[in-house]
């Protein structure tokens, strides 16, 4: 893994400021791809995530797969979570992380702490004919325009978020949705609108358990000239955006699975009034990690099915 290509320029950075978002081409190697995709595939807990399998079709949101977060782990090669630690976790995604979350002139002695992650699985299993869905657009098979700090922040109005836990009093987080597939027009692949991190928008009331963006707001922005961005990207590529991006998805329509994995941070300046707060600053891991972790993780779920 060359380190150069990794690093993420002043222009890059400067150009994430305004736009709200930033794709990083090739920041994981084929061979990391494919390894992260294997124990994907392998690991059983992939089954009994959100409605997948059985329960798939009456499930609106099926394709989400979250990992727990247990907190930062010292390298345990053992651990049933050991890759997605190393991706987490690894030199390179906190680099980046740190370049365009922390505001070290602000914030002297802050540090990242990981909020969540999970597995995006847009496959033919989760794409349901406009029949099954008449809205077409949600949960199961895509998501309406919305910001994600409507689900984490809420903090002034009701001092918890969206899931019953303590909401952000900033939105001072950053997500980072790694392509692990092509992602393109055709099978969803996520869109942005440059620059909608800088306005403050409203969300229609609660659908499914989910928040969309108001669609005269939306339509307002573009016609402000506001570009609309297809992220489209190869395996490994990233794109980092913040939680007040307005993004969307749409169904995955063809027959090529599209996965992403997504691993968010928070920031420790970010802590919630009032609240103990359990959580623990980042520590990085080797970069090699991942290659070598992760294939003994492989051969293990290999070896228990
Ligand atoms: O990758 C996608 O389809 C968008 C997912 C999304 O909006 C989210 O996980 O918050
Ligand atoms: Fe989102």
């Known amino acids: 893994m060359s380190t150069d290509s990794a690093e993420i320029t002043d222009s890059e950075v400067e150009s994430f400021r305004l736009e709200g978002y930033l794709i990083k081409e090739a920041l994981y190697t084929t061979e990391e791809v494919a390894l992260i995709r294997a124990v994907a595939e392998a690991d059983p807990r992939k089954d009994e995530s959100h409605g997948r399998g059985g329960a798939k079709a009456e499930s609106r949101r099926s394709e989400l797969w979250s990992i727990g977060n247990a907190g930062p782990k010292t390298p345990d090669v053992l651990s049933p979570d050991v890759t997605y630690d190393a991706i987490c976790f690894g030199e390179r995604m906190l680099a980046a992380q740190s370049r365009l979350l922390l505001d070290n002139a602000k914030w002297p002695d802050d540090s990242l702490t990981l909020h969540h992650r999970k597995f995006i699985l847009k496959d ?79 969300y229609r009331a609660e659908q499914w358990g989910e928040r969309h963006a108001i669609r005269e707001e939306v339509e307002e922005l573009m016609a402000g000239g506001h570009e609309h961005v297809w992220c489209e990207m190869s395996p490994g590529s990233v794109v980092f955006f913040t939680p007040e991006t307005l993004h969307q998805s749409f169904p995955n329509g063809t027959s090529d699975p599209r996965w992403a994995f997504i691993c968010c941070f928070d920031t420790m300046h970010n802590r919630p009034n009032g609240v103990t707060d359990r959580r623990k600053p980042a520590v990085p891991w080797s970069d090699n990690l991942l290659v070598d972790f992760g294939s003994q993780h492989l051969r293990r779920l290999r070896a228990d099915t």
Request: proline share 5%; net charge negative; glycine share 14%.
């Open 124 to 202: 033919q299993l989760s794409y349901q004919t406009p029949e099954q869905d008449e809205t077409g657009q949600h949960g199961g098979n895509g998501f309406q325009w919305h910001q994600d700090y409507w689900y984490w922040g809420d903090y002034t109005k009701t001092g918890s978020d969206a899931y019953g836990g303590p909401g952000r009093p900033y939105p001072d987080l950053l997500i980072a949705l790694i392509a692990l597939d092509e992602h393109t027009w055709n099978n969803g692949c996520l869109q942005v609108i440059a620059g909608s991190h800088r306005h403050r928008l409203n």
